[in-house]
């Protein structure tokens, strides 16, 4: 095909706002100058552009090289990339209806347009004779990651797959959508339209009058006027269970929400689990992988699914014993009440939850007052990048917003030089999605001669106006945790985008982010910010130590049905075909499911999976979703806490330390095998230990009451 294309094919250029980069500092975007009229264009023109580079490089009459194929492609697609950093950052934080309009319009035409440049067979061809001479090349280490990156990723797409077998993935993956979707419409269905009825009052004793006329309307709603009715939640537990007296009432709403979809009531999934279960793994052998697991975590730290479950199984024994304990514990609860009755899952949480109001009677307001914003991030957060890293920060007023509660600072590195910008947006609005990110307008990297320009998005609740701004402890923890994020991008320091900062795995990712949570209440960096609004005073140690004391309480239940639901996932991920395709009626899909919960060696009759198969919508309501990636929670928590024991066994909130974790950690992006990372970082593998004693599965109940009674921090923050 070379022989024929001497010319060079003719790059269109951009027009608008979009078509160069931002003159601004840090190139950051001048929002002063964007319409919500330059998107349609700017995304048309940008993937009219990047269609005509890959065109250029496939046509390019010259042998494949890593510059001209694999670079190339790394640079393709500039303006496109600059419209859709600024596009997905509005419509999650500021969005309009005009933006939510042109977001339904575009996101198919980048799925297509993303398709036709991973599944174009004559770039693959190049891309694929770069990688097969690899070995023959001197490469950075870096460049032999994208290498590795871009092939594989093709590869996994099925760019190595003869025309039949792509045929077959074609008609699997039609065949996996219409299947998921149907499966998330019932389970939709069995929460939604299985209100569970009560035929009196009495029935419902406990609850608040307002949820009793909410019960009471929903009843009617649903024709049954008299008669009151409980709408069910997602998840197998139900909120309104403890507060509920009655406790055969109790045992009918957490059976119905365990029942709702095994076939004992109208829906019934069983089937479609079995059906996706089949496909996933029949199309995870036609990549020549073992099961869909395998196949789906290609690009992930644990990689295999034997890393992932035996690191779930290795938390069971202390994970089983504190669920004994526990439940031993609400036994006597109950027995004090003169109940004659021994708990079960629709009793646990009204007993656990008088146990932890009694023991940790934490006041939130009076906790949030040692909270004020401004100085949760400037005197908190800056103070321990300060410490850590060297970093400083000034607030900026001169660059243009999207929003005016919108706060800008420029980051200095521990040389004073320029690092980054950051941008802080903490407030709720409507225009704003639920929970907090971050990410960059402007991503780091050495082949561009771009430095990061992050936002981190939080939902806090806003004072009202002349008041001053305080916010609860989660939100402050949420605070450390989105700035870890951040610093994983400002120490980005690659020479590729795609390798750039958090582009790492996703059970990777979250790992910096939460170690950074474990300064929120470091004493050093608690006494610089986390003073009263109105006296000054610093917060009491007990107040700390009863929020980090109740963190340890019930966790036999609250974690237990993660790993429950986790080891499920994984489960039904590693199948081989055969052992699929054998699964093949609803009650052999129960078995499945009993018999796994089962060898793990849980107490699963007084702790249930968090979902159950039949209703585990975040692995089987979409073609892939989270399928075999519902570990990743606790994988990357483990990490974190591993984490954490190496600062306290190292001195802590040192220099020393924070530079070794940029160096080991933070500047690394993804250019490099993940486990190797952690070991260049701790000096040995991640261990599960450090994540158990936070959880208060080990070291006993001892010490974790011993912390509340006697009113001292917590050992991990105890120097
Ligand atoms: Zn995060």
Same mark, same amino acid.
């Given at each position: 095909?070379?022989?024929?294309?001497?010319?060079?094919?003719?790059?269109?250029?951009?027009?608008?706002?979009?078509?160069?980069?931002?003159?601004?500092?840090?190139?950051?975007?001048?929002?002063?100058?964007?319409?919500?009229?330059?998107?349609?264009?700017?995304?048309?023109?940008?993937?009219?552009?990047?269609?005509?580079?890959?065109?250029?490089?496939?046509?390019?009459?010259?042998?494949?090289?890593?510059?001209?194929?694999?670079?190339?492609?790394?640079?393709?697609?500039?303006?496109?990339?600059?419209?859709?950093?600024?596009?997905?950052?509005?419509?999650?934080?500021?969005?309009?209806?005009?933006?939510?309009?042109?977001?339904?319009?575009?996101?198919?035409?980048?799925?297509?347009?993303?398709?036709?440049?991973?599944?174009?067979?004559?770039?693959?061809?190049?891309?694929?004779?770069?990688?097969?001479?690899?070995?023959?090349?001197?490469?950075?280490?870096?460049?032999?990651?994208?290498?590795?990156?871009?092939?594989?990723?093709?590869?996994?797409?099925?760019?190595?797959?003869?025309?039949?077998?792509?045929?077959?993935?074609?008609?699997?993956?039609?065949?996996?959508?219409?299947?998921?979707?149907?499966?998330?419409?019932?389970?939709?269905?069995?929460?939604?339209?299985?209100?569970?009825?009560?035929?009196?009052?009495?029935?419902?004793?406990?609850?608040?009058?307002?949820?009793?006329?909410?019960?009471?309307?929903?009843?009617?709603?649903?024709?049954?006027?008299?008669?009151?009715?409980?709408?069910?939640?997602?998840?197998?537990?139900?909120?309104?269970?403890?507060?509920?007296?009655?406790?055969?009432?109790?045992?009918?709403?957490?059976?119905?929400?365990?029942?709702?979809?095994?076939?004992?009531?109208?829906?019934?999934?069983?089937?479609?689990?079995?059906?996706?279960?089949?496909?996933?793994?029949?199309?995870?052998?036609?990549?020549?992988?073992?099961?869909?697991?395998?196949?789906?975590?290609?690009?992930?730290?644990?990689?295999?699914?034997?890393?992932?479950?035996?690191?779930?199984?290795?938390?069971?024994?202390?994970?089983?014993?504190?669920?004994?304990?526990?439940?031993?514990?609400?036994?006597?609860?109950?027995?004090?009440?003169?109940?004659?009755?021994?708990?079960?899952?629709?009793?646990?949480?009204?007993?656990?939850?008088?146990?932890?109001?009694?023991?940790?009677?934490?006041?939130?307001?009076?906790?949030?007052?040692?909270?004020?914003?401004?100085?949760?991030?400037?005197?908190?957060?800056?103070?321990?990048?300060?410490?850590?890293?060297?970093?400083?920060?000034?607030?900026?007023?001169?660059?243009?917003?999207?929003?005016?509660?919108?706060?800008?600072?420029?980051?200095?590195?521990?040389?004073?030089?320029?690092?980054?910008?950051?941008?802080?947006? !903490?407030?709720?609005?409507?225009?704003?999605?639920?929970?907090?990110?971050?990410?960059?307008?402007?991503?780091?990297?050495?082949?561009?001669?771009?430095?990061?320009? /992050?936002?981190?998005?939080?939902?806090?609740?806003?004072?009202?106006?002349?008041?001053?701004?305080?916010?609860?402890?989660?939100?402050?923890?949420?605070?450390?945790?989105?700035?870890?994020?951040?610093?994983?991008?400002?120490?980005?320091?690659?020479?590729?985008?795609?390798?750039?900062?958090?582009?790492?795995?996703?059970?990777?990712?979250?790992?910096?982010?939460?170690?950074?949570?474990?300064?929120?209440?470091?004493?050093?960096?608690?006494?610089?910010?986390?003073?009263?609004?109105?006296?000054?005073?610093?917060?009491?140690?007990?107040?700390?130590?009863?929020?980090?004391?109740?963190?340890?309480?019930?966790?036999?239940?609250?974690?237990?049905?993660?790993?429950?639901?986790?080891?499920?996932?994984?489960?039904?991920?590693?199948?081989?075909?055969?052992?699929?395709?054998?699964?093949?009626?609803?009650?052999?899909?129960?078995?499945?499911?009993?018999?796994?919960?089962?060898?793990?060696?849980?107490?699963?009759?007084?702790?249930?999976?968090?979902?159950?198969?039949?209703?585990?919508?975040?692995?089987?309501?979409?073609?892939?979703?989270?399928?075999?990636?519902?570990?990743?929670?606790?994988?990357?928590?483990?990490?974190?806490?591993?984490?954490?024991?190496?600062?306290?066994?190292?001195?802590?909130?040192?220099?020393?330390?924070?530079?070794?974790?940029?160096?080991?950690?933070?500047?690394?992006?993804?250019?490099?095998?993940?486990?190797?990372?952690?070991?260049?970082?701790?000096?040995?593998?991640?261990?599960?230990?450090?994540?158990?004693?936070?959880?208060?599965? /080990?070291?006993?109940?001892?010490?974790?009451?011993?912390?509340?009674?006697?009113?001292?921090? !917590?050992?991990?923050?105890?120097?």
């Amino acid at each position: 095909m070379a022989e024929a294309n001497t010319e060079t094919t003719a790059i269109p250029a951009g027009t608008g706002y979009f078509a160069a980069d931002s003159t601004l500092p840090f190139k950051t975007p001048d929002f002063s100058q964007i319409s919500e009229e330059d998107y349609i264009p700017a995304f048309e023109q940008g993937m009219a552009i990047q269609k005509a580079e890959i065109a250029a490089i496939i046509d390019n009459p010259a042998p494949p090289t890593f510059e001209n194929t694999i670079v190339a492609l790394e640079k393709s697609g500039r303006m496109l990339g600059r419209v859709a950093r600024v596009f997905f950052a509005l419509t999650g934080s500021n969005t309009t209806d005009r933006l939510d309009d042109i977001n339904t319009e575009i996101s198919p035409k980048l799925t297509a347009h993303g398709d036709s440049i991973t599944l174009n067979p004559e770039l693959f061809a190049r891309v694929k004779a770069v990688y097969d001479n690899r070995a023959a090349m001197t490469m950075t280490r870096e460049d032999a990651k994208l290498l590795e990156d871009t092939y594989k990723g093709m590869v996994h797409a099925g760019a190595l797959l003869t025309e039949a077998q792509r045929e077959r993935v074609k008609a699997i993956n039609s065949e996996l959508s219409t299947v998921t979707t149907e499966f998330s419409q019932l389970a939709r269905a069995a929460m939604n339209d299985n209100p569970v009825f009560f035929d009196s009052r009495e029935d419902l004793a406990g609850l608040s009058d307002s949820d009793i006329q909410a019960a009471a309307d929903l009843a009617a709603e649903n024709g049954q006027p008299g008669k009151f009715a409980i709408a069910l939640q997602n998840t197998t537990q139900q909120p309104l269970l403890p507060s509920m007296e009655n406790r055969a009432a109790r045992e009918k709403l957490f059976m119905a929400s365990y029942h709702r979809a095994d076939g004992r009531m109208d829906v019934d999934t069983r089937m479609l689990i079995a059906k996706i279960a089949t496909l996933r793994a029949e199309k995870a052998a036609l990549f020549g992988e073992a099961d869909w697991a395998s196949y789906a975590m290609w690009d992930r730290m644990a990689e295999k699914p034997a890393t992932a479950l035996g690191f779930m199984e290795q938390m069971v024994p202390a994970l089983a014993a504190t669920q004994r304990r526990e439940a031993a514990m609400l036994n006597e609860a109950i027995a004090a009440e003169g109940g004659d009755y021994e708990v079960k899952p629709w009793d646990w949480y009204r007993y656990a939850n008088k146990i932890k109001a009694e023991r940790y009677d934490l006041d939130e307001d009076a906790v949030m007052e040692y909270f004020v914003l401004d100085k949760v991030l400037e005197d908190g957060v800056f103070h321990m990048a300060g410490k850590l890293y060297g970093l400083t920060f000034q607030r900026r007023t001169d660059l243009p917003v999207y929003h005016p509660d919108v706060w800008t600072y420029t980051v200095f590195d521990r040389d004073g030089s320029e690092l980054g910008l950051f941008y802080f947006d !903490p407030f709720q609005r409507s225009s704003k999605r639920g929970g907090a990110w971050m990410s960059n307008f402007v991503d780091q990297s050495h082949l561009w001669g771009t430095k990061p320009v /992050i936002y981190n998005v939080l939902n806090i609740p806003k004072a009202p106006e002349g008041e001053v701004q305080l916010v609860s402890f989660d939100w402050v923890n949420t605070t450390f945790h989105e700035f870890g994020h951040a610093l994983h991008g400002f120490f980005a320091n690659q020479k590729y985008e795609s390798l750039s900062g958090t582009a790492t795995a996703r059970d990777f990712v979250e790992y910096p982010s939460q170690v950074h949570e474990m300064w929120a209440t470091w004493p050093s960096v608690l006494s610089n910010y986390a003073k009263h609004y109105k006296t000054g005073e610093t917060i009491p140690d007990e107040m700390i130590a009863k929020i980090e004391a109740a963190a340890k309480f019930n966790q036999g239940y609250d974690f237990g049905e993660v790993v429950e639901a986790a080891l499920l996932d994984m489960k039904w991920s590693a199948l081989s075909p055969e052992e699929a395709a054998a699964i093949d009626t609803p009650e052999k899909v129960d078995a499945f499911e009993r018999r796994s919960l089962e060898e793990l060696g849980l107490e699963i009759d007084l702790v249930p999976p968090r979902y159950r198969s039949t209703y585990f919508n975040h692995i089987f309501s979409s073609p892939s979703g989270y399928s075999a990636g519902y570990y990743s929670y606790l994988w990357t928590e483990m990490l974190d806490r591993d984490s954490r024991q190496w600062f306290i066994d190292n001195g802590g909130l040192t220099r020393a330390n924070g530079d070794h974790y940029r160096a080991t950690v933070l500047s690394q992006g993804g250019t490099m095998d993940y486990f190797k990372m952690f070991e260049n970082f701790a000096g040995r593998k991640p261990d599960v230990t450090p994540m158990l004693a936070a959880r208060g599965l /080990i070291a006993g109940e001892e010490a974790a009451d011993s912390e509340v009674s006697d009113g001292a921090l !917590p050992a991990e923050n105890a120097q």
